[in-house]
């Protein structure tokens, strides 16, 4: 069964720093993986999708990355801004399923002004 | 513009009573969807429709129904079944359901027990 993981579940970092947001997966056998945004009491954005056979997505100031052998992604943020506060989701597409996304917790992220 | 709507944004319910999740979209999608958020859980799959007149039960449809009359709507009846409603209910749709074909949200619902 598939079960994906995000750690840690909150993280607070200053105005400017580079972070990296992780994602780990217990079955590499995916089709996808999408990393979204979701701001307090809204609904999910979607950031980046990254197709199983590639490596890594980028989107301005985003990039995430796909390593299906050791099942982890990670999304990294350079250049942190307050705006960038919000809760990161990652969620896996299963190869065997053409419907189902199977999600991660979340990381809650804060940036300090 | 085109997107999701839900309604009502709060919602309370009574002991014993159904409540009625509203899911609206403008997007022609034909793929619609309802997930369960809960603190420190990922979404979890409720109910989704490919097409108009056709629904399948997701991981954790107990104590919900759908109906999908037509295109545009996807209504959530949470019944009294459902012992612990007290959640975030999320709509989506899509194109279809095919992997490559992204899922666009509403901003939500939030139920509470009274």
């Known amino acids: ?113 | 513009d085109g997107g999701i709507t839900q309604s009502p944004k709060y919602l309370f319910r009574k002991e014993g009573q159904n409540v009625t999740l509203s899911c609206e979209q403008n997007l022609n999608h034909d793929a619609m969807y309802w997930y369960r958020q809960d603190p420190g859980q990922g979404l979890r799959l409720i109910y989704y429709s490919q097409i108009v007149n056709d629904f399948q039960k997701g991981d954790i449809a107990e104590g919900y129904s759908v109906s999908r009359e037509k295109k545009e709507s996807f209504p959530l009846t949470v019944t009294s079944a459902q012992k612990n409603p007290t959640a975030f209910y999320l709509c989506a749709s899509s194109i279809g359901t095919a992997g490559d074909q992204p899922q666009h949200f509403g901003d939500g619902t939030r139920l509470s027990i009274l």
């Open chain 1, 1 to 113: 069964k598939q079960e994906v993981t995000q750690i840690p579940a909150a993280l607070s970092v200053p105005e400017g720093e580079n972070l990296v947001l992780n994602c780990s997966f217990t079955d590499s056998a995916i089709y996808n993986l999408q990393w979204f945004r979701q701001d307090p009491g809204k609904g999910l954005t979607s950031l980046l999708l990254i197709q199983s056979s590639q490596r890594e997505q980028t989107s301005g100031r985003l990039n995430a990355s796909l390593d299906k052998s050791s099942g982890r992604s990670t999304l990294y943020i350079a250049a942190s801004q307050p705006g960038d506060s919000a809760t990161y989701l990652c969620a896996v597409r299963r190869a065997d399923s053409n419907y189902q996304l199977i999600w991660g917790a979340g990381t809650k992220l804060i940036i300090k002004p």
